[in-house]
């Protein structure tokens, strides 16, 4: 806060700059659902076949970004800074020079991630920048996809912010099995500890492998008496609470399935009494 009065030349005591902060606990990041991903985008894709044509390139343009973001993980001022040199969609990857820490790192790019930045391309026109991401002939300003975010967030209620994209990358990378070591890398994180913060947000299938090794380790010890089965209620909450965390496709399928099970058990059961 006394940086940002310092930065807007409010004038400040130079005592208040002698005292430390309080110490604070590692904030855990804030990755997005899927479902409210899949809201966004659906926004994005109204406006991208706008008849409009400037909200149409516009929208085309950030569908592009915005899946560079999702499924690369690439930080805001990566994207703004990314030049036509450093992509090659061809071989499905881009090059990101002196990034964070001066480091310069080449991040895979996913197949919808390489439609997209094609469709934008191809209407994207000439300017006299080499950036990809044009906006008024010149690159992106420093709030442009946090405000393009936001217009898009009112229409269908959802607020996130264009590093939770980011965020959302490792933990959907993470969550279908990714290594952490290739999180690490993909990201551009100069130490392994900063990637280790994703493993500590709650996961949808840590959750689930839990319960399943927990019912193997009750059945060992004995815990569980004969006719104790759980709460059927109980299961479908777990299940639907699974169900609306960042699953991948695969694991979607598999609580659906799980969930038909249950509601099967009990309708045997309910045929019996």
Not at 29 to 47: F, G, N, S, T
Not at 71 to 93: H, T
Not at 153 to 165: A, D, F, K, N
Request: hydrophobic share 40%; aromatic share 4%; charged share 25%.
């Amino acid at each position: 806060m006394l940086q940002f009065l310092i930065d807007a030349g409010r004038p400040v005591c130079p005592r208040l700059l002698r005292v430390q902060p309080l110490p604070v606990g590692d904030r855990l990041p804030r990755d997005v659902p899927v479902d409210q991903l899949l809201l966004l985008l659906a926004e994005i894709e109204a406006d991208a076949t706008s008849p409009n044509s400037n909200v149409r390139r516009m929208a085309i343009m950030d569908r592009a970004w915005f899946s560079v973001m999702v499924y690369s993980g690439l930080r805001v001022g990566e994207i703004r800074r990314l030049k036509q040199a450093e992509l090659d969609l061809k071989e499905r990857k881009l090059r990101v020079e002196q990034s964070k820490g001066l480091k310069d790192r080449v991040v895979p790019l996913a197949a919808r991630a390489v439609e997209a930045l094609a469709a934008y391309l191809a209407v994207r026109g000439p300017a006299p920048t080499d950036h990809v991401f044009i906006y008024r002939h010149g690159p992106l300003s420093t709030t442009y996809c946090g405000r393009r975010l936001k217009t898009y967030g009112q229409r269908c209620g959802v607020r996130i912010t264009p590093h939770q994209l980011r965020h959302t990358a490792a933990t959907l990378l993470l969550n279908a099995g990714a290594p952490l070591l290739t999180v690490k890398e993909v990201l551009g994180h100069e130490r392994l500890e900063t990637t280790l913060v994703y493993t500590r947000l709650y996961e949808p299938t840590v959750a689930s492998h839990y319960y399943l090794a927990m019912a193997q380790i009750e059945g060992r010890m004995g815990q569980r008496e004969a006719g104790s089965t759980p709460d059927p209620g109980l299961m479908l909450a777990l299940v639907d609470s699974l169900h609306a965390g960042t699953l991948n496709e695969a694991q979607r399928e598999a609580a659906r399935a799980l969930r038909t099970g249950i509601l099967a058990l009990v309708e045997q059961d309910v045929d019996v009494v």
